[in-house]
C-alpha cells in the first residue's frame, strides 16, 4: 500500500461514494474501484459496507481513516518543507485572530511587509472553536486570539507564544455625561450600570472573567445582553445602551467619540494573549518568521530598546 492509495481511500471515506470521489480525483470509477479492492485484499478487512448508494466506514476503516490522515499529513508537510527550504519569504500567510485581537495585527503587518514585501495576507475573524477547526484542517498558519484558547483540540496540541497582558477597562457611551470629565473609575460603579458581555455559546472565559471580578467587588453584573460580536456589543454602548469590561487594546479597533473609556481604579485582571500554531506541524518560513518578529519585539522590551508596541 502506498501514499497514492492512501489518498484514495480518504476521498472515498470523505464522500462516502466511489463516483463522487473519482470526480474529484479527475479519474474513472472502475480504476478507484479496483484500486479500492486491492487495498482491501492486501489488509484483509472490508473497509466500507454499502448503505444504499453510499459507503458507510467499517470499524477497520474508521481506524485506517485516523492513521491515513495523520500519515498523509506528515508527507505533505514534508514535501511542503523540503520544496521551501530553497524558498524565499514569499507566498501567502493566513491569519487567524479574534476581534478583540485585530488592533495586535496592522502595525506588526506593515513592518513585516517592509521587510518581506512578496508575503501577501489573508486574515480570518471567528470565535475560539471557529478558528481552532482552520488550524486544524490547516486552512490558516497561526492563530492571534485570548488565551486560554477555547478550541475543541486538547491545548497540549498547540505551540503558544504569551504576549504582554491586556489590562480590562471600562467602556461606557459618551452621552453618559456625569462621567465626561473622569479619566477612571472604581468596580463597584459598575454595578449600577446595565451590562453588556462577550459571550458565545462555545467561549466563555472573557466573560467569566468580567464577572468573577465583580463578584469579588461584591456585587452581580446587571446583565442586560450577552453578545458573541464585539462589533455589536461597541454599536449598543454608542447607542446608549449600556456599558462593557474589554481589554484596553480593543478600542484601538474603534476609533471615535461615541464611546469612552475609563481606567478601572481597584481591578487587579487582565486579559493575556497570545500567538497558537499547531505543534509537531510543518510551518511555512513566513509563518515562523512573522512569529519570531513578535518575539524580538518583546526581548527588545525586556532589555528596554526601543519597540513598537503590540499592546
Not at 41 to 63: M, P, Q, S, Y
Amino acid at each position: 500500500m502506498d501514499m497514492r492509495q492512501l489518498k484514495y481511500f480518504l476521498t472515498i471515506a470523505q464522500e462516502g461514494q466511489v463516483t463522487r470521489a473519482a470526480k474529484l480525483l479527475n479519474m474513472e470509477q472502475p480504476p478507484l474501484s479496483r484500486q479500492l479492492k486491492l487495498m482491501e485484499e492486501e489488509l484483509g478487512v472490508k473497509l466500507f459496507e454499502r448503505n444504499g448508494k453510499g459507503l458507510l466506514l467499517t470499524d477497520a476503516g474508521e481506524l485506517l481513516k485516523v492513521k491515513a490522515e495523520s500519515l498523509v499529513q506528515q508527507f505533505d508537510d514534508s514535501l511542503r518543507e523540503v520544496k521551501g527550504m530553497e524558498e524565499g519569504i514569499h507566498g501567502v500567510l493566513s491569519i487567524g485572530s479574534v476581534v478583540s485581537c485585530i488592533s495586535l495585527l496592522p502595525k506588526r503587518i506593515q513592518l513585516f511587509r517592509e521587510k518581506y514585501p512578496q508575503v501577501t495576507f489573508k486574515i480570518s475573524e471567528g470565535d475560539h472553536f471557529y478558528l481552532g477547526e482552520k488550524l486544524e484542517r490547516r486552512a490558516i498558519d497561526l492563530v492571534v486570539a485570548r488565551l486560554p484558547f477555547e478550541a475543541q483540540k486538547h491545548p497540549q496540541q498547540y505551540s503558544v507564544l504569551p504576549l504582554p497582558s491586556d489590562p480590562f477597562v471600562a467602556v461606557i457611551p459618551s452621552t453618559w455625561t456625569a462621567y465626561s470629565s473622569k479619566e477612571s473609575i472604581c468596580m463597584k460603579e459598575l454595578a449600577h450600570f446595565p451590562f453588556l458581555t462577550l459571550k458565545t455559546d462555545k467561549t466563555t472565559r472573557m466573560h467569566e472573567q468580567v464577572v468573577n471580578e465583580c463578584k469579588r467587588h461584591g456585587f452581580e453584573p446587571n446583565i442586560i445582553c450577552e453578545c458573541s460580536s464585539v462589533a455589536i456589543i461597541m454599536s449598543l454602548i454608542a447607542g446608549g445602551i449600556g456599558a462593557t469590561v474589554f481589554p484596553k487594546s480593543v478600542m484601538s479597533s474603534f476609533p471615535g467619540s461615541v464611546v469612552k473609556m475609563l481606567d478601572i481604579e481597584d481591578a487587579d485582571f487582565q486579559s493575556d494573549v497570545g500567538i497558537l500554531w499547531l505543534k509537531d506541524h510543518y510551518l511555512p518560513k513566513r509563518a515562523q518568521q512573522f512569529i519570531e518578529s513578535f518575539r524580538e519585539d518583546m526581548y527588545k522590551e525586556e532589555s528596554g530598546w526601543s519597540s513598537i508596541s503590540v499592546m
